[in-house]
């Protein structure tokens, strides 16, 4: 394992290893195997490893917050100021999904 790791300029990872071992030399190992000896040996590939968080979370932006500019005093005095939703899903026929989606205005209910 460690001279197809050092013979592909340690670009390779546990599942190539696996596929080159079972090819060329007809040893069937299994890849979680495998990956357990690599951390054991400190083979690591030189590939970076793209973090699949990082990218969901500007997706998302799950962390950011917005300021309470209302702070819970819904009622305003002038009309169209504060608009309140809400969303509720609504199953119809054989298990197909609608939403729902109400606004309603703060000020005139």
């Not at 290893?17 to 007809?26: R, T």
């Not at 169209?80 to 703060?106: E, F, N, P």
């Amino acid at each position: 394992m460690r001279n197809i790791f050092i013979s592909k300029k340690e670009k390779v990872g546990a599942l190539q290893i696996k596929m080159i071992m079972e090819n060329d030399y007809s040893a069937v190992m299994n890849h979680k195997k495998i990956r357990r000896l690599m951390t054991k040996y400190n083979l690591l590939a030189k590939i970076r490893w793209a973090n699949p968080y990082r990218k969901m979370a500007k997706a998302t932006k799950e962390h950011l917050t917005c300021p309470n500019l209302l702070n819970h005093v819904f009622n305003q005095e002038v009309p169209g100021k504060v608009l309140l939703t809400d969303i509720t899903y609504l199953y119809y026929g054989k298990g197909q999904k609608a939403y729902l989606s109400c606004v309603k205005d703060a000020a005139t209910k």
